[in-house]
């Protein structure tokens, strides 16, 4: 969370987005003199490498906003058919790459050059530039020739083309549509708490964007760490990077979709974490609960108004004065959150409470003290504790890359976790943000300071003088002649300055890092030691970590919210495009606060954000401190609309189970655009309002104030209310339909030809998934449909067995088929069928199984109805109708 210091009404100013024109450091080395072949070129096991120079006209060097590098190492792997890996480093190796570790990205190892390459690299010797086809089709995909190349320790510039009015997606972490504007935008890639203003950066960083070009998909992934602006503009993408070097992933999928091109992602950087089922459920949190029998209300009232509650959650407000792994003791005093805690667990719920990386620097604070003693904390450069100001006052940092870290955090963990005995941990504040500029000072222990922007301008005008004075005073201990604090080419930082509302750039970490080459990095690494600290204490369970911090293979070790959104219409909306995006980062546990963080949420728009956020899938409603409640339960219509769309997501909780078990095998996203399953029709490529739950189930949430219907496009085909089973048939995407959408409705619809595993809807995931499983056959136009279940015990880590069934309905056939291993899996108690070629369900009236038969129920002349059934789902099977 962060302390506002915009108004609402400068964030909604930023709606249109920053042109080019606005932007200082743009087009600013047009007469780059580059770089050239100055050797020969060898070809190794992998690929290639030759040497570049530095092209020097007159007097040598220019140096544009850092040094200029001379010497540089071209790298070129082919590493797989449909991934090609091209680096361009300092031939020196004085620039500082993401670490080859889990703290950064494990690289594959490649040990021999790929056979069927579906790309080609071809390069230009003077001035160097170089050009990445795909085979397939011969399209250019990335091409640098005749475009600026400036390689300096602070300032890496890198031009590729593009088409004139490109189909762009990806690059964040930002708030925005999901298609880059291409006329006029520019991402920040900078890890920053602020609160989600539009079109700026935020809290993770993802350099990575995937083209939609006539039809086909290709993907870049540039491997930094490092602070960038990248401008897609006039027909070309512009890396400016402040460090490092240029590490590129190309991905160009021979089957050039979407859906594969994250697949070839999240094959390099880790496939999203497998999920437990009741992380699928709905979780409830607020920052401002003024005590334990306000949480314990909460509890009760959802359960009062039969709206599903799984998880509840505390934020900040349980701390003793804000510290970590401590309890306030009049408010929430250890007895009462430990029987919170029984209670939650007694009535299938969970109970999940934050941890900031920020640890007080109080003299009677054990867990800063243990810190202290085992050496792994952030250091100011003289070798001293970096202390910032956060929640709990002056405070240490831990340092993820330092050897002893692991075993301390893991210590302070397990304690926390064995005390309350908590479910999940959920981390913020770790781009790492921080409150001083710089650190505040040094054996700052035992002091209560106030909060920046609480005091007098004044005041806060000479705190920020002397805070400075300090910083700058620290760089004399400063082993590095790069200016940390203010490179010559400023960002375009949501906040400013690389170390406002932040731990300083020039902070120290293990090895003599500053924080400027791996500030991208530090929430992903706590990511890694938290989840690693929950997997030690409970050994057989998924570890649930949610993180505000990420960065590339992220998804792999946690989840994430989208941050600190407003309760507007706008941030509504939106919310949708930044989930698309997460997705396509690899990160598919992911969703906004519902009904909106800052602000006081209406009636009206915590409905219809009810109804939306029921999809996530990290599913939470949460607001911050001072804003008006927002419980569900509080107005009729939304807590009927909950109880409407819950509903619906529990009784989809095995098809989402099941398609979070195929992203954590294959990668692909389960919230996907509707492009993303029908790359050939061009009029979704700018379709960020409705969404595909995976294949099979569309939804159409009404996004706009006053709107009680929704004019939605449906892919070609045969499509059916998931409520009223009538039929919706759409022979031109394009076209769209107008839904009727009353306040407590949200339009879902299934395709014809899908099999879609089902429960019972009840008020705990547990309860839900206690029943029998329904299925749903929702017939296509030749009367035929498909789908697949997967099943196994739904906690732990490691499983001994599973299922895997694939159902398909030909020729009035029925068939179960697969992988049948686990054997505790609830039979089959119900099948409906709906719609097909003249309304064939309708006709159904009979099905026969294991020489039993059925007769059929008719609410509607398209549907058949066969309860009662009781199939057990440890075998193969099939049924006639």
């Known amino acids: 969370m962060v302390q506002l210091k915009i108004s609402v009404v400068f964030a909604a100013s930023l709606l249109l987005g920053l042109a080019t024109a606005d932007y200082p450091n743009f087009d600013t080395t047009q ?3 580059g770089y050239q072949v100055s050797g020969s070129v060898r070809n190794t096991r992998t690929g290639l490498s030759f040497p570049l120079s530095f092209i020097s006209k007159g007097n040598g060097g220019v140096d544009y906003f850092g040094k200029t590098i001379q010497d540089l190492t071209v790298t070129v792997d082919y590493e797989t058919d449909e991934r090609l890996h091209v680096l361009i480093s300092d031939t020196g190796h004085k620039q500082y790459p993401v670490p080859n570790s889990v703290l950064g990205l494990e690289r594959p190892v490649i040990k021999h050059r790929a056979k069927n390459p579906n790309y080609e690299f071809k390069y230009t010797a003077s001035p160097f530039g170089f050009q990445v086809l795909r085979k397939s089709d011969s399209q250019i995909l990335f091409d640098t020739n005749n475009q600026p190349f400036v390689f300096e320790d602070q300032y890496i510039e890198l031009t590729s083309s593009l088409p004139d009015d490109a189909n762009v997606y990806g690059l964040g972490e930002t708030t925005e549509p999901f298609r880059k504007n291409s006329i006029k935008n520019v991402t920040t890639i900078f890890a920053a708490d602020n609160a989600t203003p539009m079109y700026r950066n935020v809290y993770g960083a993802h350099p990575v964007y ?8 290709h993907g870049v992934f540039l491997l930094s760490a490092h602070g960038m602006d990248v401008f897609t503009v006039n027909g070309r993408i512009t890396y400016k990077i402040i460090g490092g070097n240029l590490e590129f992933y190309f991905f160009a999928p021979k089957v050039a979709t979407p859906n594969n091109f994250v697949t070839l992602y999240t094959d390099l950087v880790g496939k999203p974490f497998m999920p437990s089922h009741w992380m699928l459920g709905w979780h ?11 949480v314990d209300d909460v509890v009760k009232r959802y359960k009062q108004a039969n709206i599903p509650l799984e998880v509840a959650w505390i934020d900040i407000d349980y701390m003793d004065r804000h510290k970590d792994f401590t309890l306030d003791p009049v408010n929430f005093p250890l007895p009462q959150v430990k029987a919170l805690s029984s209670q939650l667990h007694a009535n299938g719920q969970k109970f999940v409470t934050m941890v900031d990386p920020a640890l007080s620097t109080n003299t ?29 006052g002056y405070t240490a940092f831990p340092d993820w890359w330092h050897p002893n870290v692991g075993a301390y955090w893991t210590k302070e963990m397990s304690d926390w976790l064995a005390l309350l005995d908590i479910d999940g941990i959920w981390i913020d504040m770790n ?12 054996n700052r222990t035992n002091e209560s300071p106030a909060l920046p922007w609480t005091l007098p301008q004044s005041v806060q005008d000479e705190l920020t003088a002397n805070e400075t004075v300090a910083l700058l005073a620290q760089n004399k201990y400063l082993n590095d002649t790069r200016n940390l604090l203010s490179p010559n080419y400023a960002i375009y930082n949501s906040n400013g300055n690389l170390s406002a509302h932040a731990v300083a750039t020039t902070a120290q970490f293990y090895g003599d890092v500053p924080l400027y080459d791996i500030k991208n990095l530090y929430g992903h690494a706590m990511s890694y030691h938290t989840r ?5 204490h409970y050994p057989k369970q998924r570890p649930f970590v949610l993180t505000r911090s990420t960065f590339a293979g992220t998804g792999n070790r946690a989840g994430h919210w989208t941050g600190d959104n407003f309760s507007q219409w706008d941030y509504l909306k939106v919310s949708i495009a930044t989930i698309f995006s997460m997705n396509l980062f690899g990160i598919s546990y992911t969703g906004a606060d519902v009904c909106g963080f800052n602000g006081d949420a209406t009636e009206e728009l915590c409905t219809r954000w009810s109804q939306l956020g029921a999809f996530y899938t990290f599913a939470r409603n949460h607001n911050a401190i001072g804003q008006v409640d927002q419980y569900p339960y509080l107005w009729e219509t939304t807590a009927e609309a909950s109880r409407v769309a819950l509903g619906a997501r529990y009784a989809m909780l095995p098809y989402y189970y099941t398609l979070h078990e195929e992203s954590a095998r294959v990668g692909t996203g389960v919230w996907r655009p509707l492009f993303f399953e029908y790359p050939q029709e061009p009029s979704f490529l700018s379709n960020d309002v409705q969404f595909l739950l995976g294949t099979d189930i569309l939804i159409s949430p009404v996004v706009d104030e006053g709107a009680r219907s929704v004019d939605a496009q449906f892919p070609v085909g045969t499509w059916y209310d998931w409520f009223t089973s009538e039929r919706v048939e759409s022979k031109d995407a394009s076209n769209k339909v107008t839904l009727p959408a009353n306040l407590t409705q949200i339009p879902i619809h299934v395709r014809g030809g899908a099999v879609v595993p089902l429960k019972s809807s009840k008020y705990t995931v547990a309860d839900t998934y206690a029943t029998p499983y329904n299925l749903l056959i929702v017939l296509d136009d030749t009367n035929a449909a498909a ?11 490691v499983q001994q067995s599973t299922s895997s069934i694939d159902f398909s309905f030909n020729n009035g056939k029925l068939q179960a088929s697969g992988k049948f291993g686990y054997s505790a899996a609830e039979p089959i108690g119900s099948i409906k069928i709906v719609g097909g070629n003249s309304s064939y369900a309708g006709q159904l009236s009979k099905m026969t199984i294991n020489g039993k038969t059925f007769q059929a129920t008719h609410p509607t002349s398209n549907v058949a109805v066969f309860t009662n059934l009781s199939i057990g789902l440890a075998h193969p099977f099939s049924a006639t109708f």
């Not at 995937?210 to 998909?217: A, D, P």
């Not at 409830?284 to 306000?294: A, E, K, L, P, T």
């Not at 800063?368 to 001293?384: M, Q």
Request: aromatic share 10%.
């Open 31 to 33: 007469g780059a003199h």
């Open 210 to 217: 995937m083209e939609q070009r006539n039809g086909s998909t």
């Open 284 to 294: 409830q949190c607020r920052y401002g609960y003024s005590n334990i029998s306000v």
């Open 364 to 392: 009677t604070y054990g867990p800063h003290d243990r810190l202290v003693a085992s050496g792994a904390y952030v250091k100011n450069p003289d070798g001293t504790e970096y202390q910032g100001q956060v929640w709990p």
């Open 431 to 442: 781009e790492p943000s921080a409150f001083c500029v710089g650190s505040c000072g040094t």
């Open 532 to 536: 690693n600290a929950i997997q030690s």
């Open 787 to 797: 789908g697949r279940l997967y099943v196994d015990d739904g906690d732990s880590l």
